[in-house]
């Protein structure tokens, strides 16, 4: 959940519908590319242990933060560190996910139902809204910070339905989350941003993924 460490940037000036659709275009491709990437993480590190997870976490946001300076320098770079960041986020939540799976099949497949259902609404509202949405990202930054801390004290104190209420207002945030940066690919008007903006949906997804992971594999009442 650190969707503060994508790259965020709006440019000035109102966009035209043609370059509002290629970059729509473009984003939406890199995000297909990375989910696939990181299926196939997913996949390859079923049976990796905790430790190599953390290992591939670190790597996956050094990635994540590679792409701002390699932007100044090679488009080609950025896309090719976005790739690796999908693959490598894959391999580090790759245990979580087979640990669901092993309890639960059925839930991988609810919980990415529920997901494109949940990316589809609120991302097209955040497209199709005429509202400035950047007060609405602020008040997540810091409803994320809560929760951060929340799932601190979950770790150390038994609190009933905490992992559900966790799953629950996490899905509130990135919903928030989801739409805004849905506004800013309408907004945005420079291809190169197309990267960066794919690297905040994509945080988006996975991040409602893991919460509808949570909710449908019946573990939060543990």
């Known amino acids: 959940m650190t969707e503060s460490v994508a790259y965020q940037q709006q440019y000035a000036g109102t966009p035209s519908r043609d370059q509002v659709h290629t970059l729509f275009a473009q ?29 591939a976490f670190i790597a996956a946001f050094a990635c994540l933060i590679g792409m701002r300076f390699a932007a100044r320098t090679s ?40 997901t494109a259902l949940f990316i589809a609404g609120f991302g097209a509202a ?6 400035d949405l950047t007060v609405v990202a602020r008040a997540c930054f ?9 799932g601190i004290v979950l770790i150390f104190v038994n609190i009933p339905g905490g992992a559900l209420i966790y799953s629950i207002l996490g899905l509130v945030i ?10 800013r690919l309408r907004q945005t008007q420079d291809i190169r941003s197309a990267p ?8 988006d997804i996975l991040n409602v993924f893991l919460f509808f992971l949570s909710i449908f594999s019946g573990q939060e009442g543990n």
């Open 142 to 150: 810091w409803a994320l910070v809560a929760l951060i801390v929340f």
């Open 196 to 203: 960066f903006l794919a690297a905040s949906i994509f945080l």
């Open 27 to 55: 984003t939406m491709a890199y995000v297909a590319a990375t989910t696939a990437l990181f299926a196939l993480g997913a996949w390859l590190g079923r049976d990796l242990t905790g430790v190599v997870g953390i290992i």
């Open 126 to 131: 955040g497209y199709a809204t005429r509202r």
């Open 174 to 183: 990135f919903a928030g989350y989801t739409m805004f940066d849905f506004q």
């Open 75 to 114: 488009m080609q770079l950025t896309v090719g560190l976005l790739g690796a960041f999908g693959l490598l986020i894959g391999l580090a939540v790759a245990p979580t996910v087979a640990y669901y799976g092993s309890m639960d099949p059925q839930a991988l497949w609810e919980a990415g139902g529920a």
